[in-house]
């Protein structure tokens, strides 16, 4: 999960755009959980909210 919103953080914080934000689908499984909260600092650092959307199976 962090590859990709490593990614979307490198497009997203040059942008000059009057709204970024993140979508961010998942499964809500991940294996590099640090990184992906360290990238979260980031994104608020930028000012890019990151909209969660989490899929499960009851």
Same mark, same amino acid.
């Given at each position: 999960?962090?590859?990709? +919103?490593?990614?979307?953080?490198?497009?997203?914080?040059? #942008?000059?755009?009057?709204?970024?934000? %993140? +979508?961010?689908?998942?499964?809500?499984?991940?294996?590099? #959980?640090?990184?992906?909260?360290?990238? %979260?600092?980031?994104?608020?650092?930028?000012?890019?909210?990151?909209?969660?959307?989490?899929?499960?199976?009851?």
């Amino acid at each position: 999960m962090a590859k990709g +919103l490593r990614q979307a953080l490198n497009l997203l914080k040059n #942008e000059n755009m009057s709204i970024r934000r %993140a +979508l961010l689908f998942t499964d809500g499984h991940t294996v590099d #959980e640090h990184e992906c909260r360290e990238l %979260a600092q980031q994104f608020a650092s930028n000012n890019i909210p990151i909209t969660l959307l989490a899929i499960v199976r009851g």
